[in-house]
Every structure is written in C-alpha cells, then in structure tokens.
Nanobody, 119 residues
Framework: EVQLVESGGGLVQAGGSLRLSCAASGFTFDDYAIGWFRQAPGKEREGVSCISSSDGSTYYADSVKGRFTISSDNAKNTVYLQMNSLKPEDTAVYYC????????????WGQGTQVTVSS
C-alpha cells in the first residue's frame, strides 16, 4: 500500500522559507513521480511542482518558479519542496501525491500539511 506523509508546514512571515517533506513507502522508490499540490480555502487544488525519477525532470507552476525547489533523497524515500520568498498567496494546504509520470493521474495522496504565510 502506498503511503505518503507530509511534514514541515507551519506559520511564516512573508519573505520567509519553509521546507516540506513527503515521506513515501509502499512502492519502489526508483521509478516514480511525486507531485506537490496545494489548495487554498475556496479555491481549486493546483499543481505546484513535480519530480520524475526516470530522468530527474522537474516541473513548476509559473507562480512558484524561481522561489520553490523540488528535490528527492532516494535513500530516505523522501521528496522535498524548498519554499523561499514566501508570499501570503502561498497560504494553502500542501499535499504530495504519487504517480508513474508527472503527466499522468496521481493516484495516492498524503493527508496534507498547512502552510500559512502572514503579511
């Protein structure tokens, strides 16, 4: 059974940084795509970033390019999202999800971690 556990959320002032972690288990961590998504109150869920293990490709939403960095540590079965220069509009619940490819559907999801950026 695929399990994903996010951590690292919290309250931070605008301009600050947070690093989210997504600890994965239940699947082979050498052939995967892990995506980060977020959902703010009253808004639809949006894709933030994705990393593919097949070739190390990474993808970012335009709204976070240059501020967020996705990375993975296969030895720890963990994917990270380093978030710098945070803005109040980054406030949301952040989820990680697993797929075989960043362009495919994501079938397994974590429980989410809250990120709140104060102005």
């Amino acid at each position: 059974e695929v399990q994903l556990v996010e951590s690292g959320g919290g309250l931070v002032q605008a301009g600050g940084s947070l690093r989210l972690s997504c600890a994965a288990s239940g699947f082979t961590f050498d052939d995967y795509a892990i995506g980060w998504f977020r959902q703010a109150p009253g808004k639809e869920r949006e894709g933030v970033s994705c990393i593919s293990s097949s070739d190390g490709s990474t993808y970012y939403a335009d709204s976070v390019k240059g501020r967020f960095t996705i990375s993975s540590d296969n030895a720890k079965n963990t994917v990270y999202l380093q978030m710098n220069s945070l803005k109040p509009e980054d406030t949301a619940v952040y989820y990680c999800a697993e797929s075989g490819d960043c362009a495919a559907d994501f079938g397994s999801w974590g429980q989410g971690t809250q990120v709140t950026v104060s102005s």
